[in-house]
């Protein structure tokens, strides 16, 4: 028997389907202000975006970013939080939070791992003694953080994994964790518990599992367990089943991803929300996310560029200084990337700017339905050669009616 449904923090407001795909444009109205969907969210692990204050990463456009339970239940711990007021308050954040489990870190960053029905055992990293996660401790860590979104904890195993066993246990364990997260919950009236379907590649599975999320009616709905490795086909149908058995009314979360192409068919399929940490990363060894693909920009052809990162982009690095940008060059990036932290934190400003107006471009063709024009265009920017577009890519899309090969 499902529990009673719990109170929501959030509204979902629909404002536009397009007519041929099942990409939407809404907006999440959440306890810290109102983020316009489809949204990418960056991913500030340690309640900061590495090299960026909190003012250089709302000038971005973001207004929900991404924090994570395991590491903040480290450092600074439960005590600090509980001390300060939440997370908000100690990272000088005004706008919203999302909280991941912790359930993650603990299979793919600690070997030392064991998961049983009480939680997940492993090791401290910081000292090698024996700790436990437990759904309801994850909810307290995450009650203390505050975060306007929190999340389930569930039972993660890696997609590619072949025992169709145990990737059915992780299901439904997943299932009596999120019956056991609900009654630990402590302010379900101002912070949104998300579900996380599992299942795998098996879409019976997700299916199964799906049914039983949405009888829990929690005020939003995630998609996890992807992102691992398995191969981007796979990866579309699984999202474009459980999408279709979702309520129309509440966000949908597919956790875990962040390129470019994979958002932009992800949305087609009736996704929402995104997070990867690929885009911040990646700025870290130089590389600027573009239209027209990424730009290695320790690559000595740089050098003597002094066109900005990307003509056009409005982020405050690329615009003019007549224009109260920083008029930053291609070849000042190629100078510094390489020994100065400057060049990783100008990279990680452009990149978070170029996801979000990405998401934001996406968002405005949804409303004007013209969606599969759009996705068209940015493939055709991206890939100078239709023969070049991913095959996968052509297959999903065609499966909700755009011809991506056609004129």
């Known amino acids: 028997m499902a529990p009673v449904a719990m109170p929501s923090a959030l509204t979902y407001e629909l404002l536009a389907k397009c007519s041929v795909t099942k990409a939407r444009a809404a907006i999440l109205h959440l306890p810290h202000g109102p983020v316009p969907l489809p949204i990418f969210m960056p991913v500030a692990t340690q309640a900061s975006l590495k090299g960026l204050t909190p003012e250089q990463l709302e000038?971005?456009?973001?207004?929900?970013c991404l924090n994570n339970t395991y590491h903040l239940g480290l450092k600074p711990g439960q005590a600090t939080l509980d001390a300060i007021g939440g997370a908000h308050k100690f990272q000088s954040w005004p706008h919203n939070i999302l909280t991941d489990s912790g359930g993650f870190q603990m299979v793919s960053?600690?070997?030392?791992a064991k998961v049983a029905e009480e939680g997940v055992r492993f090791l401290s990293p910081h000292d090698g003694s024996p700790m436990l996660l437990t759904p309801e401790h994850s909810i307290s860590l995450q009650n203390s953080i505050g975060s306007d979104i929190i999340?389930?904890?569930?039972?993660?195993i890696a997609t590619t994994s072949?025992?169709?066993a145990r990737m059915e246990e992780a299901m439904e364990r997943s299932v009596r964790w999120l019956d056991r997260c609900i009654a630990a919950h402590k302010y379900p009236e101002r912070q949104n518990l998300f579900c996380i379907i599992q299942g795998g590649l098996d879409l019976n599975l997700r299916r199964q599992c799906t049914k039983e999320?949405?009888?829990?009616?929690?005020?939003g709905i995630a998609i996890g367990g992807l992102s691992g490795g398995e191969a981007?086909?796979?990866y579309c149908r699984v999202v474009d089943a459980c999408t279709s058995l979702l309520p129309e009314k509440k966000p949908r979360y597919v956790m875990g991803v962040g390129y470019p192409e994979d958002l932009i068919v992800s949305i087609a399929l009736g996704a929402d929300m995104f997070d990867c940490v690929w885009p911040t990363r990646t700025a870290r060894f130089g590389n600027a996310v573009t239209a027209n693909g990424v730009l290695n920009l320790r690559n000595a052809a740089f050098s003597g560029d002094f066109s900005s990162i990307e003509e056009g982009c409005q982020?405050?690095?690329c615009r003019p200084k007549e224009d109260g940008g920083l008029g930053i060059t291609k070849a000042y990036i190629y100078h510094v990337t390489a020994k100065e932290t400057a060049g990783a934190h100008l990279l990680t400003i452009h990149n978070v700017h170029y996801l979000l107006s990405l998401m934001k471009s996406a968002r405005t063709a949804i409303m004007e339905d013209r969606y599969p024009s759009f996705?068209?265009?940015f493939f055709r920017k991206l890939y100078d050669d239709k023969s070049k577009f991913p095959e996968w890519a052509v297959t999903a899309l065609k499966g909700v009616g755009v011809d991506l090969l056609g004129d």
């Open 151 to 156: 999340m389930q904890l569930d039972d993660v």
């Open 213 to 219: 999320m949405v009888a829990r009616d929690t005020p």
């Open 162 to 164: 072949p025992d169709l």
């Open 59 to 64: 000038e971005t456009g973001c207004r929900l």
């Open 375 to 377: 996705v068209k265009e």
């Open 232 to 234: 981007k086909d796979e």
């Open 315 to 317: 982020c405050v690095c």
């Open 109 to 112: 960053l600690l070997k030392l």
